[in-house]
Structure formats: C-alpha cells, structure tokens
C-alpha cells in the first residue's frame, strides 16, 4: 500500500500515538478513515465515467464501421429492381398470383357449403356419470321402532 512497509507503518503509528496522545487518536483515525473513504469513492466514480466514456467511443466507432460495410455490400449486391422477373438469377422473383377475384369467391363460397367435420365424442370418465345419467339415490336410514 504506496510502497510503505509493516515496520514503517509502525514507526508513523508509534509518532501519532505520541504526537496525538491516546486520548484523542481513536477520533482522529476515524476522521482520517472517513477522508481515505471520499477519496476512494470519487476515485471510483471517476474510473467508472471514465469506462464508460471508452465504452462509448468504442461503440460509435464499431457502429460506423458497420455503417461502412453496410454502404459496401449494398454497392455490391444493389436491391432488385421494381417488376424484375424470375429469369433474374440469384435475384428474389416477385409473387405471381393468377387467381382473380371470381375465383376467390368461389372457393370461398364452396368452403362455406361443405358440411363441418363430425366432432369426436368425448370418452365418459370412469370417476364421473355420463351425461344425462341419473344419479342413484341415497341411502335411507333405516327405522327402528
């Protein structure tokens, strides 16, 4: 700790005691302990802003050089043309849909004719009655007289 030894600490420990005296050096190295923490804090907080201002530039710089190979590789490789067909190799072809509206409505009105599907019964649980069943009735006590 900034280059001071056991045996010098010791010396400056011994000269505050009798420069100090013990009365008063308790309050003294807590006063001095309070300042060696503030330093240490504002320390730290300046280690931590100056991170993050690194941080920073290194982000503005990565996000231009992904700006510049971005720029490149459109040059490169330019998006296709409005109406390109598909005889454009390695361009994506545009949808070609045939189909006209009469046929649409067609199909839509075919879909709406067809019966739905049966729906599937559901198989009666063992620890339920089936719907509709009645249930027994209870037991009646029996009378003595």
């Given at each position: 700790m900034f280059g001071i030894d056991t045996g010098e600490l010791m010396v400056i420990a011994l000269v505050a005691l009798v420069v100090i005296g013990p009365k008063d050096l308790p309050r003294v190295m807590a006063v001095i302990g309070r300042w060696v923490g503030r330093a240490r804090a504002m320390a730290r907080q300046f280690r931590a802003s100056f991170d993050e201002m690194v941080r920073e530039t290194e982000?503005?710089?990565m996000e231009r050089k992904w700006r510049?190979?971005?720029?490149?590789?459109?040059?490169?490789?330019?998006?296709?043309?409005?109406?390109?067909?598909?005889?454009?190799?390695?361009?994506?072809a545009l949808p070609t849909d045939t189909s006209t509206p009469a046929d649409d409505a067609a199909a839509a009105g075919a879909a709406a004719i067809e019966p739905a599907p049966p729906a599937a019964k559901p198989r009666p649980s063992p620890h339920r009655p089936a719907p509709g069943a009645r249930r027994p009735a209870p037991p009646v006590p029996e009378r003595r007289p």
């Open positions: 982000l503005q710089e510049e190979e971005n720029e490149r590789i459109m040059r490169m490789y330019p998006p296709p043309p409005p109406g390109a067909t598909d005889s454009d190799w390695g361009k994506p």
